[in-house]
């Protein structure tokens, strides 16, 4: 092989290094870049799941609250409820460890 073959030859194996790790940043970039795009639509589905986690914490409470409850207990279909007795009440004891 001559000089000038020898030369061209590794003239062409660093433009084809060149071009792959040209690529690659490429990609690079562009998988960055929709990652980003992807960004604002999250904001918005997450803010939207954190508005009804708060509505239906909200509707809990109300629920829960002891008027609400009291209110529950007067009306004619609840009018079977009653407070357990003692001997029908079962305490149930949970190790931190099986948590």
């Known amino acids: 092989m001559t000089q000038q073959t020898k030369f061209l030859i590794r ?3 660093c433009i084809a290094v060149a071009a792959i ?3 690659t940043n490429i990609n690079t970039i562009n998988d960055l870049t929709l990652l980003r795009l992807a960004i ?3 904001e ?3 803010k939207a ?3 009804e986690n708060e509505r239906l914490q909200y509707e809990i409470d ?3 609250s002891p008027i609400h409850l009291m209110e529950l207990a007067r009306k004619p279909e609840y009018g079977h409820l009653r407070y ?3 001997d029908e009440v079962i305490d149930i004891k949970i190790d931190e460890g099986e948590k």
């Open 11 to 13: 003239i062409l194996i």
């Open 49 to 51: 799941l954190q508005r």
């Open 84 to 86: 357990p007795r003692l």
């Open 21 to 23: 790790t040209l690529y």
């Open 62 to 64: 109300c629920f829960e």
């Open 44 to 46: 918005k589905e997450l």
């Open 40 to 42: 604002p639509a999250l």
